[in-house]
């Protein structure tokens, strides 16, 4: 069972990195000069619907497998060493966003952030960080457990085949819930960084999302 699911799990993170890749292509067709704002609205408004289907998807496997989806086993045990509850934390917007900002590329929106923004996306970033460290804190708390399973192998002998796996089965859906909290992090500070960015702003920003997605998927396969 545990190979199927690794098998089917794969795939649609292939299928996502495809979604990715399409998308990167229409948005870097997209002609600012000749693009009506509205235009990007839609762009943009597509690419986030199309994170929203995938994290929906991420929910449906974490409750078949949560294990595989916080390890993968598709990524390299560097790669996992990386991850944050399965992956990148809901900061990295953030971050990507004072990345661009910062390197001086031509043509940037990003570079133009008005002061308001500026503030905005501050306290984003301030309020995303609390929460990943909440999240952090409940895996530890989570590994903490899986170590306490492992030591008392006597006690565990004595205890009917029932009782083990009911127990296995609440510490798996225990890690799909926070695995789904997560993604839905990742999902509102996504949406929370959209609606600070102007279309312009927000298209460039995705741009830079599918570039680290293309190169992750080039080191990957």
């Not at 996502?16 to 235009?39: G, I, N």
């Not at 917007?93 to 133009?112: H, P």
């Not at 530890?140 to 192998?153: F, G, Q, R, T």
């Amino acid at each position: 069972m545990a190979s199927s699911n690794h098998s089917h799990f794969c795939c649609a993170f292939r299928n996502w990195m495809a979604q990715q890749q399409q998308d990167f292509h229409k948005l870097l067709a997209a002609d600012p000069a000749a693009t009506s704002p509205q235009e990007l609205e839609h762009l943009r408004d597509k690419c986030t619907k199309h994170f929203k289907e995938y994290a929906e998807r991420r929910a449906a496997m974490a409750r078949q497998d949560a294990p595989c989806l916080l390890s993968p086993p598709w990524c390299s045990a560097f790669e996992n060493a990386f991850m944050w509850v399965g992956g990148c934390r809901p900061s990295l917007f953030i971050r990507l966003i004072y990345c661009v900002c910062g390197s001086e590329l031509d043509g940037s929106n990003l570079a133009v952030l008005s002061a308001r923004q500026l503030e905005m996306i501050s306290a984003l970033q301030c309020k995303t960080v609390k929460e990943e460290d909440k999240f952090s804190t409940r895996i530890a708390s989570l590994k903490a457990h899986e170590e306490i399973a492992d030591e008392p192998l006597a006690t565990m002998a004595k205890k009917s085949v029932g009782e083990v796996e009911a127990a296995m089965a609440a510490h798996e859906a225990a890690m799909a819930e926070v695995i789904c909290e997560a993604d839905k992090l990742r999902m509102e500070t996504l949406k929370e960084v959209m609606g600070i960015l102007s279309p312009l702003q927000a298209v460039d920003l995705l741009i830079a999302a599918k570039q680290l997605h293309a190169a992750n998927l080039q080191q990957r396969w």
